[in-house]
């Protein structure tokens, strides 16, 4: 497994100020509104001089447009929410928790039991578990529908690029222009490299992706054999991130399937320290899944 860094929200924050090419055409002032956010709507990326595509940008970062996956362009897509109970986030009506349809073809047998089991849950007044809620992390592809509530923010290195969302500063590292290692262990974001594709598309492929995790919101297992191919490709707009998902995974699913995922470049500033793990490890006394706790102190 290639070597964990650590890296402080400070840190991140001189990275992207030192990225003099990360600028932006205009600062922001007065920008229209959207989506609860303000919107980038007069600043754009500028190209970077060495052809690389640019994805970094000094206090703006890139919101989800939401945090469930889109359908592909066509083919096999990903879980959706069952039609006689479609979820509402509590930004769109009452609040709803996920019921996954299970209908979808895609699905192994046990993997369809799993979600059954968690929609029964639901469905019987119970709180399902939410590893964004309980400072789990999100894994992969679920990286990319984590929060829509927290900026990512992309770091581009020399040799590898980092994946950030602010939230408890969940990071995926990627690493340029290099195979993947011969027997890496599965790990919580697994083993990515890439590479850049154009002027406009970073490739990520990831493996060893821990089972412990989701591929999705609806809490849609899979093996340790995952394979996943994400392609981050810059909007000409200069303030739009289109990514295209690409899943295999014979032990869970049926068949190779896709998912699209966008991202807005929105006005942020500061990136935020927000410790997910500082909370109650069992709030309200509800008996949801407990925060995680390592066995031993990293330092």
């Known amino acids: 497994m290639r070597g964990l860094k650590v890296y402080t929200a400070a840190a991140v924050a001189a990275s992207l100020a030192a990225a003099s090419a990360a600028t932006l055409d205009q600062r922001a002032a007065g920008l229209p509104q959207g989506a609860?956010?303000?919107?980038?709507?007069?600043?754009?990326?500028?190209?970077?001089?060495d052809g690389i595509p640019n994805f970094a940008a000094v206090d703006y970062g890139w919101y989800?447009?939401?945090?469930?996956?889109?359908?592909?362009?066509?083919?096999?897509?990903?879980?959706?929410?069952?039609?006689?109970?479609?979820?509402?986030?509590?930004?769109?009506?009452?609040?709803?928790?996920?019921?996954?349809?299970?209908?979808n073809p895609i699905l192994q047998p046990w993997v369809r039991q799993s979600l059954e089991k968690a929609n029964a849950r639901v469905l019987a007044g119970g709180i399902p578990y939410n590893p964004r809620e309980r400072?789990?992390?999100?894994?992969?592809p679920a990286f990319t529908v984590y929060t829509r509530v927290r900026p990512v923010y992309i770091v581009q290195g020399a040799k590898d690029v980092l994946?950030?969302?602010?939230?408890?500063?969940?990071?995926?590292?990627?690493?340029?222009?290099?195979?993947?290692?011969?027997?890496?262990?599965?790990?919580?974001?697994?083993e990515s490299v890439g590479h850049y594709e154009g002027h406009d598309t970073l490739v990520v492929?990831?493996?060893?992706?821990?089972?412990k995790t989701f591929v999705d919101n609806y809490l849609t297992p899979h093996t340790k054999a995952?394979?996943?191919?994400e392609r981050y490709t810059l909007v000409p707009d200069g303030r739009t991130m289109e990514v295209k998902v690409d899943v295999e995974d014979p032990g869970a699913f049926t068949t190779k399937w896709s998912a699209r995922q966008t991202?807005?470049?929105?006005?942020?500033?500061?990136?935020?320290?927000?410790?997910?793990?500082?909370?109650?490890?069992?709030?309200?006394?509800?008996?949801?899944?407990?925060i995680p706790e390592a066995k031993t102190a990293d330092f």
Request: net charge negative.
């Open 135 to 140: 400072c789990w992390p999100a894994g992969v």
């Open 163 to 190: 994946l950030i969302n602010e939230g408890d500063a969940q990071t995926r590292h990627v690493y340029l222009n290099v195979p993947h290692s011969m027997n890496p262990k599965p790990s919580w974001y697994g």
């Open 226 to 229: 995952l394979h996943v191919v």
């Open 263 to 290: 991202y807005r470049l929105r006005l942020q500033g500061e990136v935020d320290e927000s410790p997910c793990a500082e909370n109650h490890t069992n709030f309200f006394s509800l008996g949801v899944a407990p």
């Open 205 to 211: 492929d990831t493996i060893a992706i821990s089972d």
């Open 36 to 49: 609860g956010f303000p919107l980038a709507a007069e600043g754009t990326l500028k190209p970077r001089a």
């Open 64 to 103: 989800e447009v939401g945090d469930d996956f889109l359908p592909p362009d066509s083919g096999p897509g990903p879980i959706f929410a069952d039609p006689k109970h479609p979820y509402r986030s509590n930004q769109s009506g009452d609040p709803t928790y996920r019921v996954a349809d299970t209908s």
